[in-house]
């Protein structure tokens, strides 16, 4: 963390007078090395405070005097960051791993160590050489393009030759004016926008960037600019094919200087300025105006606008297109602007100026700012890096400048940097220098007037920073802004102080910058370093998979088959028990014909009706056949006999060209990748509604319609994603299948296959060990379950984990993302030759989605579970080695074992002590905090429970109804991108064809996403679904919990407890009642029995359970014995309800006090003690549920961190509250979405509370809680 120390030393070295001496005295210091016997490297993957500490052997003399003068190890930590060390007592630390939440003594202090087991640097070593192998032995008649192909939209089909024309233009355009100025400002604006595209069109894009550096890159002096221009051609020409890679591409061509650079207008300002005062500069002003004034550009703005807009009317394309912004009407309503949005991002900046000119433009700005709650500053940051030119002009070049400085320094010395990781907001120095302060320099020059000095040193200047390229240092840059505050910035500025002042201070804040920067660029070599088996894998996927899709005729056609067929091919997938039909690999398995012909048969009608329909229109079939078989139907049962088995009414023909007709289908569907299976999740991603209704309109014949060929155009764009990442699998399966071996390795895992058996492998296994006296194989499963199988009918293939690689390498974006964003822009690590390329390939993995790739992902987290390696048995515990022991669920004491000790043989004993989590809230920030909290808890050997008030999990999230929109940050980007996988790009990235994303809105140059906070629940509730049924983690619905702030504990009412909840009960372990509070479990909840129609009495109260009213008191007021009918009423609601005896809704026993909500309160509740009672046992009884449903029950969470995300306490005015003393750890947010807020607020106001080590533990509760680390354990010292 760039605080105190390396922020003063960064200031301190810019201050240097000369430069070159302050660069010797850097490499004179890093050759001064501490003469330090290293015993280990310990550190964070995640901290940006602590880089990495060193250990050293260290003799405590005291200590040794105290133990009868044996030697005493302790280790001596020391933080390279911060200079400051300090020694650890094993007595008192454990030793956590990398990856674990760590435990901290009295004073904060930290000790994690690496996990080799399952450490990415270690997994890249052990896998990069063969999966680089792999892809050569597998792949090598299949040579990676150079540019990859997609057929998303042909212009010939989809555009006819207006498109094929303006993309030509477009084209031709490009290539015509693109020069390395040109390149290098075109590629940095297209990178942005890799992050919200599907795989093969980040591919796309990355072709061309690739294609764009190599024409920017002037030390290629080998390659020709006509060759990088036909390779730019090319890259072009099979990108615009796609629609969304289009639409960047046009959208960011502004960037691109058709017809003259800043460097040349200012080199030959005489010429430029004779043509910016020509009366009809509207017309030239495009070509060669410079930066006008203020007042000129302001009352003459106003004039012709508003000429043209009367002259043009109001409304029309043609006034918005030369008037150049808004319209009159529209900036008059304040209203219609869009809320929470700065004015930059909506151009109501220069709609007021130009309206209302300059002075009258930027107040009516100003009270926009002030009404919207929007810092003036900071929307004036981003609105200059947008566009540098007009908010100088608008805002004032002094104004501006010293906003700059003030960004710029605060970034610099804040700890956490930039809180929203804002993309305008994030510093990038070669990017300002490049592309910003040409500009600021014209504005600066313009303002005081242009004179010769500039055209012979000014324009000059700006052609060096316009040439600025990607190095491995910031030097380039140093030495730019060296002569930038030397020799130009006094006179471009005129000397006045008022403007030299701030902006020599931006120039300084820049060079501190520049050292910070080399330190985190450590830090992201260390993580890339650290999956480039990953990185590579994936990005040699996207170059080897065929990503052509059939042509659009097709897929509708196949979409519209699948729709007719499914009912049909429904009763062949699962009939009485049998698989006719494989839907994946298309396989009608004929040989059981008569097993067909039962399950053809007892279809109905309607269910083969769509079938026969396609067999009329291909004359297989007449349809005078059909519509007899259908009249004889009718008259045999009835209009109802369309919906029954249709039995024998199907003659032996009519069968043999159904069966016909599926297998063709099947066939060709395999040949086109489009199964049924693929079909079915495109159907899926729909709206229910429009699924059913698309269902409806198909089967009944109306496919032609204009609503049904709507539904079907969304059908086919969702199937082409669909399509996709089908390859994607296939290609990752291939890839993943090793050589068949009889060599098996312990702990190696391999594919186990039948012999003879082409279907495919029966799952993924890791080897444990062979019985030499049979053919019997012991292998482990992913749950953990023990397998066996016989040599003679398995055979065992080597397993490449290359979708855990990819995956590897995709946890490493988010992890940069949230721990090293803070300050820089991730395009700031980009600028670094050595960096680039990886960090543009990690750019594009990122964006790889597929089903084989979630399926990795959750594997990875069921194989942490079932390999955790803290648990040890006490059998081997070794003398003079620390261990904790579970004196009660979920606490754990810290012991150091000795020879002889006597040990409790039924309590558990681990390496490092359990780290469970509760989260309170299955809100967003709960159901977030849980998907990312997940991998932490497991590694450790803890468990992850999740408490929510709601049933959404037991009504598949249909609660969820909260329609407010909400904007995420990068943060929540990278993290929901990264746990939802699929599920992301189903929301958030649009697919083929489409503008925007399906569900939500997409903000890429300021690193933003929008929801509304039912959808991002509904998809978040399903990924965390996945994982409960992974037995990953633990669900409670309808178990609310609450916190007392004053009390600082964590409560329950009786009606939420749930089974293995622990409750403080005032009776001791035999049962007895007691004056100390004792833990109790509950260990069983009994419900109320249903009645039957023979345990009714006439006249009788009863509770019944209405599915719309829920439970209410019902009266039994009479029975029909000749029809058997029963009715209950409710004379207060004025319900009746009656039913036959054979399905009478659900009748409990009359209870007053039960809830209306549940089916019925629960009878009773089973308590055990958790601490044995005086007869060696476990004690349990039973309580009355009626008499402690309305208690508050104080919950034992032992040793649990607990993250609340239930909002502030409704009992309070405080939105912060710290709790001094608390056996578990807890945690307030102030509102659902504004727990990362509260986390900051807490670390910053930390050293004000008195050693409040609780409230450091809740920051466990997300990724970037290591943020904290050192502010904390040096707060808490000096308090």
Known sequence: MPQGNDYVAALEKVFAEDETSARKSLAAKKSVKKSVKKVGRVGFAAAPEVQEFEAENYFDEEAAGNNGGKSTRRLKVYDAKTRQSWFVDQKTYALFSKRNVVRTDSYGGLVPIQDKTTDDKTFNEKYEVEIDELFEEKLDDKVAPTFIESNDEIASKTGGCSKKAWRNAYRRLVVHVMDPKNAIRFSRALQIQLDYLMAHESALLGDIIKVLDHIS??????????????????????????????????????????????????????????????????????????????????????????????????????????????????????????????????????????????????????????????????????????????????????????????HWEGLNTIPFGNFAHQRMEQLNVNVILRFHIPFVLMTLANLRGWCSWDSMVLGPFITKLMNLRPTDTMDPANELLNELNSNIVDNVCGGIFSRIEPFQRWITQMRVANELIMTEKEKVQTILSSVTAGIEAGYKLTKTVDWMVPDNVTMLKYVVQHIKL???????????????????????????????????????????????????KSNKMSKTTIDSMKENIIRTNGEAGTDMEINNNLSSEMISSLVSLLQQDLEQRQ???????????????????????????????????????????????????????AALDRQLTLLSKGEITNNLVEDEWYLVERIGDASGS????????SRSTTNDVLFIARTGAEERFDRTHYQFRKYVPIGEAIVRAQKAFMVIELDLLKRFAYAAYMEFSDLRDDLLKLQTVSGINCYALDEARLNGLVHIKSHSSTQISWKDLQPGHNYFIEVKPYKYELFEYAEGMDLDNRKRYFKTAPQNMIVVGGGPTGL???????????????????????????????????????RLDSRWVRMLRFHLGTLYEDVWIPATEETDSHLGNTLPTQGFIEITIKDMEAIMHLEVSKLWSRDLLEIYARSSANFDYKKNVMTKLGNALKEKDLVKRRV????????EFHTWEVVQLISHETLSAGDLTLGG???????????????????????????????????????????????????????????????????????????????RYEVDFKTIANETHVMDVGQTNIAFALGK???????????????????????????????????????????????????????YQWECTTLVRHALVKV
């Not at 029966?762 to 060990?769: A, E, N, P, S």
């Not at 990312?932 to 808890?937: A, G, K, Q, V």
């Not at 509102?1231 to 409040?1252: E, W």
């Open 217 to 406: 890159d002037d030390g290629d002096g080998n390659t020709p600019m006509s060759v990088k221009k036909r390779n730019l051609n090319v890259a072009l020409t099979k990108a615009l094919v796609n629609v969304n890679v289009g639409r960047i591409l046009v959208a960011n061509s502004g960037t691109i200087s058709y017809f003259f650079h800043p460097d040349t207008r200012v080199s030959n300002n005489r010429t430029f300025n004779l043509l910016s005062g020509w009366q009809f500069s509207n017309i030239i002003s495009p070509i060669a105006m410079f930066t006008p004034s203020e007042n000129f550009i302001g009352s003459r703005a106003l004039a012709v606008n508003s000429i043209l807009r009367s002259f043009l009317g109001p409304g029309r394309f043609l006034t918005r297109l030369i008037t150049g912004g808004r319209e009159e009407f529209v900036v008059d309503d304040v209203k219609a602007i869009a809320q929470n949005l700065a004015a930059e991002t909506t151009g109501f900046e220069a709609a007021m100026r130009a309206q209302f000119g300059n002075h009258a433009g930027r107040q009516k700005v100003n009270e926009f700012r002030i009404e919207n709650r929007l810092p003036t500053d900071e929307s004036a940051v981003r609105s200059f890096i947008g566009s540098p030119i007009s908010t100088m002009v608008n805002n004032g070049v002094v104004h501006i400048l010293r906003a700059l400085a003030n």
């Open 566 to 616: 499914d009912p049909a091919k429904k009763r062949l997938r699962q009939y009485n028990g049998d698989r006719l039909v494989d839907e994946q690999t298309g396989i009608l398995f004929t040989a059981s014909l008569d097993r067909i012909t039962e399950a053809l048969r007892a279809s109905s009608f309607n269910e083969l009706m769509p079938a026969f329909d396609m067999l009329t």
């Open 671 to 725: 040949k086109l990748y489009l199964n049924d299976h693929v079909c079915k999740l495109a159907l899926n991603a729909l709206r229910p509604r429009d699924k059913r209704t698309l269902l409806e309109m198909v089967q009944k014949g109306y496919e032609n319609t204009r609503p049904a060929q709507l539904l079907l155009r969304r059908t086919r764009t969702l199937l082409k994603r669909e399509v996709r990442r």
């Open 762 to 769: 029966l799952g993924i296994y890791q080897y444990r060990t």
């Open 928 to 966: 977030l905090t849980t998907l990312h909290s997940l991998e932490n808890c497991l590694r450790s050997g803890g468990t992850m429970k999740l408490y929510e008030a709601r049933d959404a999990f037991e009504k598949a999230g249909g609660t969820y109804e909260r329609a407010q929109v909400v």
């Open 1068 to 1075: 001791d372990p035999n049962g007895e009642p007691s004056e």
């Open 1101 to 1179: 109260t009863y509770n019944v359970y209405i599915r719309q009213q829920g439970l209410i008191a019902m009266r039994l007021v009479s029975i029909d014995l000749h029809g058997g009918l029963y009715a209950l009423q409710n004379k207060e609601l004025g319900i009746t309800v009656k039913a036959p005896k054979t399905n009478l809704p659900t009748i409990y026993e009359h209870d007053p006090n039960a809830k209306s909500g549940a089916h019925s309160t629960f009878k009773t509740i089973v308590f055990q003690s958790t601490e044995l009672n005086s007869q060696g046992k476990l004690t």
């Open 1209 to 1263: 306490p409704a009992t309070t005015k405080e939105h912060l509250t710290c709790c001094p003393y608390v056996s578990g750890s807890m945690c307030n947010c102030l509102s659902c979405l504004c727990v990362i807020l509260f986390l900051k607020c807490v670390v910053l106001l930390f050293p004000l509370f008195h050693r409040s080590l609780m409230v450091y533990h809740a920051f466990k509760a997300l990724r």
